[in-house]
Structure formats: C-alpha cells, structure tokens
C-alpha cells in the first residue's frame, strides 16, 4: 500500500514564498504528482514528478527525492487566489492522495 | 473539449434509494477514474477503468456500490440502497496515460443521504 504525509494547514503571507511538503511510503513508486483544490472545486494538476530534482511551472515548482521518499511544492510570489488546499500524490499502481495541505494567504 | 462531464451536480436522496451517478470522460482518454471525497476519509480511488474495462475495484467500498462503462464516453457509479455514510463528494477522472499520472477531474457530485 502507499501513505503519504503532508502538513494540514501552512499560512503564508501576500507576495511570500511558501513549501508544502510530502512523504511518502509506497511500493513500485512511479513519481509524485501535486493537485490544487478551490472549496468547493475540483481537484487540478498542477505537476508531476517522475525523476529527482525541481521542476518549474511559472510561480510553481515541485521537488522530489526518491532515496529520501520526499517531495515538496514550492509556491513563489503567493497570491490571494493561491489559497486553496494542495495534495501530494503518489503513483504506484493507482494513485494514493495524501490528505491535503489547506493554504491560507494572508492580505 | 469541454472538460470531463458529471451529473447531476447535486443529489439529494432518502437512505435507501437508489442513486446513479453519470460521468463523460474527456475524448480519447482511455482511462476513467471514480473518487470519494470526505472531510474524514479525504480523497479515496474507488474504482478505475481503461478501455472501458474494470482494472481495479478494491476501493469500492462494499456491495451496494457498482460502476460500469458500457462505451468509451460514458460511465455510471451505483449505490443501491443509499445509506447516509454515502454522502460525499464523488468526482470522476480521466487521463490520456495512467503513468504520467494526469488527471483530469469533472466538478464532481455532491451526494447528500438523509
């Protein structure tokens, strides 16, 4: 089976940067994926991971480390509109979320 | 395209009814995927299909919940008799390649059982 740890709640600051970390225990791991929510939305992807190292996408890059089981999102020049709950997800043979990490950006 | 496609948006049911639950994936996806979302459980797979067949279903939770795929664009989850643990938040999923792991998410349906 998989587990994935993440913290619950991260508060951060207009304009800041902020890192939301993920561990992760899993078989025949494949990468590790990052989704955000909106209350009430759906989930959307935002990146995935399949090597080591950081990947970039605009203000969002996502990091993993297999030989330490660990990743993170890093969220640069955060806005309002980031606030939203962030997922880490881990392929194996499905996909196993973790539990979510809820972001609140302060004005 | 219009993105993956679910119905009805909000259901409100007696326990023990039956409720169906409708998903269009998006064209030329070959996988589909059904979600359970809940404040104390969080986002749970369910059940996931390519090319319309079932590959995995051990996350559905009991008897009373079945889901089909009768043709590429369309998929149904059934729960029969309702209970009011069922209700949830119940998204569905597509993705072009299960490994790159990218999937597209409907808005999802938003399941109340009294």
């Known amino acids: 089976g998989q587990s994935l740890e993440q913290p619950s709640e991260v508060t951060a600051v207009e304009g800041a940067i902020v890192q939301i970390n993920c561990t992760y225990q899993?078989?025949?791991?494949?990468?590790l994926s990052w989704y955000q929510q909106h209350d009430g939305g759906a989930p959307t992807f935002l990146s995935y991971?399949?090597?080591?190292g950081l990947e970039e996408t605009g203000r969002f890059s996502s990091f993993l480390s297999r030989s330490d089981s660990y990743g993170y999102l890093l969220l640069q020049e955060l806005q309002m509109k980031d606030s939203a709950s962030y997922f880490c997800?881990?392929?194996?043979?499905?996909?196993?979320f973790g539990s979510g990490t809820q972001l609140t950006v302060l004005p | 395209d219009a993105g993956v496609i679910q119905s009805p948006r909000h259901e409100v049911t007696e326990m023990g009814q039956e409720v169906t639950l409708r998903c269009k994936p998006i064209?030329?996806?070959?996988?589909l995927f059904w979600y359970r979302q809940t404040m104390m459980r969080g986002l749970e797979l369910l059940i996931y299909?390519?090319?319309?067949?079932?590959?995995?279903d051990s996350g559905m939770p009991e008897d009373r919940f079945s889901a089909k795929m009768p043709n590429a664009s369309f998929s149904t989850l059934k729960i029969q008799p309702s209970e009011p643990r069922d209700s949830a938040v119940y998204f569905c999923?597509?993705?072009?390649?299960?490994?790159?792991?990218?999937?597209?998410f409907g808005p999802g349906t938003r399941l109340l059982v009294l």
């Open positions: 997800a881990g392929s194996a043979r499905q996909l196993t």
């Open positions: 991971n399949a090597l080591d």
């Open positions: 999923a597509s993705s072009l390649d299960r490994v790159q792991e990218t999937q597209y």
């Open positions: 064209s030329g996806h070959d996988y």
């Open positions: 299909f390519n090319n319309n067949v079932p590959i995995d």
């Open positions: 899993t078989s025949g791991f494949y990468g």
